[in-house]
């Protein structure tokens, strides 16, 4: 381990290790297998003629799942992208580092990202779901309501399935994204599903917590730990109450885990082994 990363604590027998890996990292990582699942998915689907890198794509929804699909179709040519979102303030992210696409050219070097995303147009105009070539509706509980979604008429309609694993009731119930793909009139329907940490939702935000939660459990359970603390905080407050996106931006930037421990270790590669836990698939609705 680098000297760097750790420095002495509350004596000089205790070190204080900090987490290279930032929330924004974690974000993006979790982001990344999202997008690049819906991406394949528009590939094959632009192999196959259904629609061309010229197609409309309306996306609904801004946070966090359709900002990083807009970006990583944008990266790889899909000309035509509106997302459209109640927030108008969100248009921020595109802008933003959050769901840039991920160079991985060599692994150990920090995330770089692809910035200015010109040709990615943002409304509030929800009129614009019903005529697109492809809607693609991340919006989840509580979102598009069925009558809206009837009124959509399009070739392709994938939807984010916001439920993980479910393994709470209550949630199950309340996920109505099946019912409004069949309201859909389209004859492509597919479903975006993600999972692998048992959460009760597959939120960006959700995975990310439980990725931090089930670090700081695994590395509470290593001798030589006094304790560890992540740097979190309620982020949807400050981003849909407060609506201040550039204090989210800042404090995401902080590393996410400090850890008091008498024996210094690298924390980093146990976040990785539970981001590596996720996984996106596209399921086929029929």
Known sequence: MDNNDYDTGISSEVFTVKSNIRLIDIFNRILEK???????????LNYDGIINKESSIVIIGTYFTGIAIAKHLSFNDFNDITIVDIYPHLEGLIDSK???PIIADDINKRNSFIENFRNIKFSSDLDLIRNADAVIDTTGLGGINESQSEAIF?????????????NDSLLKDKNNIYNRANMVNSYNKYVLKTKGLNTKTSGTMTLAIDVLRQSMNSILAKDGVLYCASEMTFYEEIIFKEKDLEKFFRLIELPVLKVSTILPFDC???INEFIDEIHSEILIRW
């Open 34 to 44: 999202k997008a690049k699942s819906v991406l394949g998915l528009f590939n094959k």
């Open 98 to 100: 959050l769901g840039n």
């Open 154 to 166: 399009t070739k392709v309609f994938l939807i984010e399935d916001p439920i993980a694993e479910e």
């Open 268 to 270: 980093d590669c146990i």
